[in-house]
């Protein structure tokens, strides 16, 4: 599959249409990070932002590079369209009007076509930003209300839902680990190797992915809880974010009155 004819191929069957005025890349591709197993995200500026009629151009514009077996038309969001070929060749593009660019940046866009010259327009990408304090105050409660959840999943024997529970501490972990490396594109939700450090490779290789019993669920939140709670105060130090002292508190003698569990020495 060669995906830079696919890129030429959408871009000459659209180029000329008078109501799309420019057509960048923007994903993996945007950023000059794509690889072999990358899909192709492009952005699209049309006069009118996502109507029917430009979705009937791109699907016809799509259809020239490979039969569409899976067509997702402003579903997910309304300004999104996603695609899929026989080959598997995923294929997706968000779409904007005109007005509409002034809220985006240039990061991360690379041109096809643009009539307008559009992207000089833009603001280039702030630098070093950082975290957004607001995001990690929520994930930090939010892997403690998982946690204080488990004697939920154990009173009613749940322990299938112990498992997701144990998949979204998980997530959350791996957010955390990221943050962490504080990596300057992350690409999409497919990439992680070259978004987390070896150490933070074997510190998720080694936790549990456990079996839907009592024991293993509890053991398994424990080390979740181990391997996730002193980094957080690490990087929430860092950053200037108050640790939700009293939540975690609460949620250990939750824990130790339901279950016995006690505040780890780790």
Do not use: C
């Amino acid at each position: 599959m060669d995906k830079a004819a696919v890129i030429n191929d959408i871009a000459a069957a659209l180029r000329n249409e008078p109501t799309i005025t420019a057509l960048f890349l923007s994903g993996s591709y945007g950023a000059g990070i794509e690889d072999a197993y990358s899909d192709i995200d492009f952005l699209a500026v049309s006069h009118d932002g996502p109507t029917d009629e430009f979705a009937a151009l791109w699907r016809e514009a799509v259809g020239k590079t490979g039969e569409i077996v899976l067509w997702r038309d402003r579903q997910v969001k309304p300004t999104l369209i996603n695609a899929i070929t026989a080959d598997w060749l995923r294929i997706d593009v968000d779409i904007i009007n005109p007005d509409q660019t002034a809220r985006r940046n240039a990061g991360g866009l690379k041109v096809v076509f643009d009539h307008g010259r559009i992207l000089e327009t833009l603001q280039l990408p702030p630098s070093g930003t950082g975290p957004n304090p607001a995001r990690m105050k929520w994930q930090f409660e939010e892997f403690i209300r998982i946690f204080g959840l488990l004697p939920l999943a154990i009173g009613r024997g749940e322990y299938l839902n112990g498992i997701t529970g144990i998949f979204h501490l998980r997530n959350l972990l791996i957010e955390l680990l990221i943050e962490e490396t504080a990596a300057p594109n992350r690409g999409g939700a497919l990439h992680l190797n070259r978004l987390i450090t070896e150490e933070q490779k074997q510190v998720l290789a080694g936790l549990p992915l456990p079996s839907p019993t009592k024991e293993a669920i509890i053991s398994a939140n424990l080390a979740y809880a181990d391997a996730y709670l002193p980094r957080a105060r690490r990087v929430a130090t860092k950053i200037g974010v108050e640790w939700p002292e009293r939540f975690e508190a609460a949620t250990w003698a939750h824990l130790k009155h339901t279950l016995g569990i006690e505040l780890s020495d780790t």
